[in-house]
């Protein structure tokens, strides 16, 4: 037997049935599409699924709305109802769904797009090669990854009545350029909505962390956690039974952060630790000699990054001066700004990685423009951030304030294995004063008036041979057992 067709509505019941939703969920502005009663009493029969706190998120047409949750608390879903509500009033209007990755966009948002398409019978069509879904209208749904710099230009060009950004937290310092100059003047034609969803991070800092705990402005922002999601089984709500099977106690940071969904700073996750409060200095102190090293991180796709710092064999500190990065300088630039930068500083020693190209642009250097460029030491670069970390800790490296490397510094945290730095976050500033300070010998600095005059390549040499044991005496790793207690 033949199911039997839907039966078509009449005008007054559909007027009953949006009479009924605006009681429900609340009048929303007409957008400049006007949406037909067919599509408005389609909205209402998928809005009745969502809950207040995603409705509430769903129905704010500020132009800059943020959410902050927990996970499994329904924000991916309430992207999904969102983007499929914009799309039925927008005909032929393009939408991006961003995420770190094409990969991660389809995990998280490909699935729940074609389950409401065939619950409610949308008519979207799905494209599997580009990951775009297309409306019988012409609007088009696509899904985008945006880890890099160069990933967010794609985005120029278009007009857009909604922009998604998921797991916002995550993205490096290039989701303010994306909001604010690549994605903020294409919503300006449709008056369309930038929204950016995620759980807290592990490092308070960043642009969705400004956003959320309140420091930026002219952002709507909504906050809920699992414990609002009425379709999670009791069970998956039971705090207590997940930090019991997840061994977290109620002060552990990734138990604040991804079940209570607030901030809290995670020291333990950063890869330097740095802080302000005992590596910054203004001035740089009065001694009678000081010598500078260049540190150069070498960048042909990301920025080359130089670190200038300084020490003194009557001091125990190691300064950095400045530091700065420039996006894809050729080799002839990067020897003209070594040789600029040389003339003011006259560096002891010059360092740079070998990575990649690293080697054939360090070979170049050398040979055709004499600037003594050494090699860095990159295969125990761990091991040395561990000893670089000793020098934190005890106040022994001093940063100028206001230099960019202390933000990111603050930003740069171990990836999920702690195997290495997060992909995600820049480190080519922090690469380079790693590099110059492991070339610095500001740890046999002492307060002493008389010391023998020699030259300042003289002293590098004199200092190189006792590296090792300097090395061998803060490593707790190379100390017999009775010295570690």
Same mark, same amino acid.
């Not at 740089?284 to 064999?313: C, K, N, Q, Y």
């Given at each position: ?12 019941? #559909? ?9 429900? *969920?609340?009048? *929303? ?18 809005? $009745?699924?969502? =809950? ?5 998120? *769903? ?40 995420? @770190? ?14 389950? @409401?398409?065939?619950r409610y019978g949308f008519g979207f069509t799905f494209n ?13 749904? #696509? &899904? ?10 794609? &985005?120029?060009?278009? $007009? %857009? ?16 350029? @994306? ?27 960043? =642009? ?46 990734? %138990? ?41 991180? &070498? ?8 670190? #200038? ?11 950095v001066l400045q530091t700065h990065?420039?996006? $894809? ?43 003594? *460029? ?7 670069? =761990? ?10 800790? @005890?106040?022994?490296?001093? #940063? ?86």
């Amino acid at each position: 037997m033949q199911p039997s067709k839907p039966k078509k509505l009449v005008d007054t019941e #559909i007027r009953a049935i949006l009479g009924e939703w605006q009681r429900r *969920v609340g009048k *929303v502005a007409p957008p400049k599409q006007q949406a037909t009663a067919r599509v408005q009493e389609t909205e209402y029969r998928f809005m $009745k699924e969502l =809950f207040p706190e995603q409705v509430a998120f *769903v129905n704010d047409d500020s132009k800059r709305v943020a959410a902050l949750c927990t996970r499994r608390a329904g924000k991916t879903t309430a992207l999904v109802y969102k983007a499929i509500r914009t799309c039925l009033r927008f005909p032929g209007a393009l939408i991006p769904y961003i995420a @770190l990755s094409r990969d991660h966009a389809r995990d998280l948002f490909w699935a729940p797009l074609k389950e @409401l398409n065939a619950r409610y019978g949308f008519g979207f069509t799905f494209n599997e090669t580009q990951l775009a879904a297309t409306a019988p209208n012409g609007c088009r749904i #696509i &899904l985008l990854g945006a880890s890099k710099t160069d990933d967010i230009e794609r &985005l120029r060009g278009p $007009k %857009y009545p909604l922009v998604m950004l998921d797991e916002a937290a995550s993205f490096g310092t290039h989701i303010e350029t @994306l909001i604010i100059s690549i994605v903020g003047p294409a919503l300006r034609d449709l008056g369309g909505q930038m929204v950016m969803t995620g759980t807290p991070g592990s490092i308070c800092a960043g =642009f969705f962390y400004e956003v959320t705990s309140g420091a930026k402005r002219n952002w709507s922002v909504h906050n809920w956690s699992l414990l609002n999601n009425p379709h999670l089984p009791d069970d998956a709500k039971d705090l207590e039974l997940i930090r019991e099977e997840e061994g977290l106690s109620e002060e552990d940071p990734r %138990y604040i952060r991804e079940y209570l969904g607030k901030w809290v700073q995670d020291n333990e996750s950063l890869v330097y630790r740095y802080s302000a409060e005992r590596n910054l200095f203004e001035l740089l102190p009065e001694r009678e000699e000081w010598m500078h090293v260049l540190g150069i991180d &070498l960048g042909t796709i990301d920025s080359t990054a130089f670190s #200038i710092g300084a020490f003194s064999l009557q001091d125990l500190n190691y300064y950095v001066l400045q530091t700065h990065a420039h996006q $894809k300088m050729a080799v002839y630039e990067i020897a003209e700004y070594i040789k600029k930068l040389d003339e003011t500083y006259e560096f002891v020693a010059k360092v740079a990685d070998t990575g990649g190209l690293g080697k054939m642009v360090v070979q170049e250097l050398n040979q055709r423009h004499a600037l003594n *460029v050494q090699p860095a030491e990159k295969k125990s670069k =761990f091991d040395f951030i561990e000893h670089m970390n000793s020098d934190f800790l @005890l106040g022994r490296i001093k #940063i100028r304030s206001g230099d960019e490397l202390c933000n990111e510094y603050q930003r740069l945290i171990w990836d999920s294995d702690r195997k290495g730095e997060h992909p995600n976050r820049p480190n080519h500033r922090a690469d380079a004063t790693l590099y110059a300070w492991r070339k610095s010998r500001h740890w046999a600095g002492k307060l002493a008036d008389e010391r023998p005059q020699l030259s300042g390549a003289e002293r590098m040499d004199s200092l190189a041979a006792s590296e090792e044991d300097e090395l061998t005496r803060n490593d707790p790793r190379k100390l017999a057992w009775w010295e570690r207690l």
